[in-house]
């Protein structure tokens, strides 16, 4: 089953090296460089899953998470941040905002696969 993600990140080398995780596993990847972009985009596609930074110009991931939840179809998407933050105070946020779970930076790909299609598949 192939699944159509779509990862928000600022940093051109960290949406590569998703698309470079999730490609060789069958993933349909769509990409966009930060929160503002990532609602753009996903105006667009029907993403079974949603990766997204924290950290980012113009709209952060907590905005993003927000915003993404805040339309009717994408209310249950599977939304995972990855982040380099750690923090418990920032988990607790992002799952208050509706993120579905939280990958710390830098990631093992296999996990990743893993995940998205333990909250997708």
Request: no cysteine; hydrophobic share 45%.
């Amino acid at each position: 089953m192939s699944l159509e993600i779509l990862a928000v990140d600022d940093s051109r080398t960290m949406r590569d090296m998703i698309r470079l995780a999730l490609l060789p596993a069958g993933f349909t990847v769509h990409t966009a460089d930060d929160g503002v972009h990532g609602i753009e985009v996903l105006g667009g596609i029907q993403p079974d899953a949603i990766i997204t930074d924290i950290n980012m110009p113009r709209m952060d991931g907590f905005g993003f998470i927000d915003a993404v939840r805040s339309q009717d179809k994408h209310r249950a998407t599977p939304i995972l941040v990855l982040t380099t933050e750690a923090a418990p105070e920032l988990k607790a946020r992002a799952r208050e905002a509706g993120a579905t779970g939280w990958i710390v930076k830098p990631f093992d790909p296999e996990k990743l696969v893993r995940a998205l299609q333990m909250v997708a598949g």
